[in-house]
């Protein structure tokens, strides 16, 4: 399913369609380039997921949780990871376990990790500054 977004505002409104329909475990792999509009996204899911804090990029702390919602919410950068293998070092399996929602930036560093379900959300910049072409394959489609 391709989508066209105008502004972050309806990026987030995608991400939170989603969201109504994300089941426990759910993993969502987000590709795109810098500034593409991940995080927005995931403010999105976070808001349909009834998640009612602050959404920070966790690039420096590789994952941040948010609780509170109708699942916890755990999101992840992958930017600084090399490898599926420093993923399973930092507790992959365990977040997995836990019943949440996984929303992984940068996922195409550690896509040999990734199982089959896993929803993806490819998400690229379109003609204009605020446009965005959000493409998202398996799993629940909002």
């Not at 991400?15 to 927005?40: M, W």
């Not at 949440?100 to 550690?110: D, F, K, P, R, T």
């Not at 896509?111 to 500054?129: C, K, W, Y």
Request: with cysteine.
């Amino acid at each position: 399913m391709e989508i066209i977004t105008n502004s972050s505002a309806e990026t987030e409104a995608v991400g939170a369609a989603l969201a109504e329909g994300l089941e426990p475990g759910a993993v969502i792999a987000f590709t795109g380039d810098l500034g593409a509009g991940k995080t927005a996204f995931t403010r999105g899911l976070a808001r349909g997921l009834g998640v009612e804090e602050r959404i920070t990029s966790p690039t420096f702390t590789i994952v941040n949780e948010y609780d509170g919602g109708r699942l916890p919410l755990f999101h992840f950068d992958m930017y600084r990871l090399a490898s599926a293998e420093e993923l399973f070092d930092i507790g992959w399996e365990d977040y997995l376990a836990r019943g949440g929602v996984c929303a992984v930036e940068w996922s195409e560093n550690i896509q040999e990790a990734l199982e089959e379900g896993t929803i993806r959300v490819d998400i690229r910049r379109g003609d204009h500054d605020d446009q965005r072409i959000i493409t998202i394959t398996g799993g629940v489609q909002p």
